[in-house]
């Protein structure tokens, strides 16, 4: 499974990005979907995810009614639209998958992905 993340950039608070996950070789809705991030100094945290069904999106409370996780089967991407960021949303954002057997459920440990694409660079300038 190779996974592409793109779409990071630099942006004043309270704007927007939307990043995407492509997935190249196979079916991006055969996986969970995770996005994580990771700000210097600290630890790689859940972010927000996709079940393998992309009927169930799951959030972290730092981002709830900011973010949007979303699939698009044809351009066969999963996306996350990142709405009124905040400095403190500044950090390398990772996506990740995995096969689960369940069609509703993801992980947000980072230890519940096995694989991981390259990590896009989000700044939020105050």
């Known amino acids: 499974v190779q996974l592409q993340a793109s779409g990071g950039g630099v942006v004043q608070a309270g704007g927007s990005l939307r990043l995407s996950c492509a997935r190249s070789g196979g079916a991006i809705s055969s996986l969970a979907v995770g996005w994580f991030r990771q700000a210097p100094g600290k630890e790689r945290e859940f972010v927000a995810g996709?079940?393998?069904?992309?009927?169930?999106?799951y959030y972290a409370d730092s981002v709830k009614g900011r973010f949007t996780v979303s699939r698009d089967k044809d351009k066969n991407t999963v996306s996350l639209q990142m709405d009124s960021l905040k400095p403190e949303d500044t950090a390398v954002y990772y996506c990740?998958?995995?096969?689960?057997?369940?069609?509703?459920?993801?992980?947000?440990?980072?230890?519940?992905?096995?694989?991981w694409g390259q990590g896009t660079q989000v700044t939020v300038s105050s």
């Open positions: 996709l079940s393998r069904s992309g009927t169930r999106p």
């Open positions: 990740a998958a995995d096969f689960r057997p369940s069609t509703l459920t993801v992980s947000t440990r980072v230890d519940g992905y096995n694989y």
